[in-house]
């Protein structure tokens, strides 16, 4: 398989808000923690996002098809602040694949390849920070395929979680392709 060509587009929470319903409702979505949320709750929750100074929201399209969500946010004001030391240069991530009826083997790897390249574009980000559910099996081996580490178990409000862990160098590692 070639590996999936991506463009990732800032998230505009009204004309999105039909298309993030259907993901973020979705059984494959349980992780996401939005099954019972609303058309107009997804609005919300994503315009919340967009005004926001240290949390943005976009989506990833493949071949002009929208794929996946993407949220980057400040882990030292946004999901993190007193669960661990954040360091200049952290940036925090989530990121949820559309779901289909006809997957791709490899796809989500693309994904999650794409993502992190993206915010290893900027040469500020030095680390990326991921809390995904303890339970998340499926995510922490994608997670370990980019090059993140679990660094410790911490309880958050909502969940028990992985803080894990990628800095450039291991993502380089992982993906065997240098920026």
């Known amino acids: 398989m070639s590996t999936p060509q991506f463009t990732i587009r800032p998230l505009d929470p009204f004309a999105d808000a039909q298309l993030l319903h259907g993901?973020?409702?979705?059984?494959?979505a349980a992780y996401w923690m939005m099954q019972d949320a609303s058309l107009p709750d997804v609005e919300r929750e994503y315009m919340a996002i967009s005004a926001a100074e240290h949390h943005d929201a976009f989506i990833g399209e493949h071949e002009g098809r929208p794929v996946f969500l993407m949220e980057r946010y400040d882990p030292a004001h946004v999901e993190l602040v007193g669960l661990y030391d954040a360091r200049p240069g952290d940036v925090g991530m989530h990121?949820?694949?559309?779901?289909?009826?006809?997957p791709v083997h490899g796809f989500t790897r693309a994904v999650i390849t794409a993502v992190m390249r993206t915010?290893?574009?900027?040469?500020?980000?030095?680390?990326v920070i991921v809390e995904p559910d303890v339970r998340n099996t499926a995510v922490?081996?994608?997670?370990?395929?980019?090059?993140?580490?679990?660094?410790?178990?911490?309880?958050?409000p909502e969940k028990d979680a992985y803080l894990s862990v990628c800095t450039r160098e291991s993502f380089d590692a992982a993906v065997g392709a240098a920026l």
Not at 23 to 28: D, I, L, M, Q
């Open 119 to 127: 915010l290893f574009a900027d040469p500020a980000t030095r680390r």
């Open 23 to 28: 993901w973020v409702t979705h059984p494959k």
């Open 95 to 102: 990121f949820l694949v559309a779901p289909t009826d006809t």
């Open 140 to 156: 922490h081996r994608l997670n370990e395929a980019v090059g993140f580490e679990i660094v410790e178990k911490i309880a958050k």
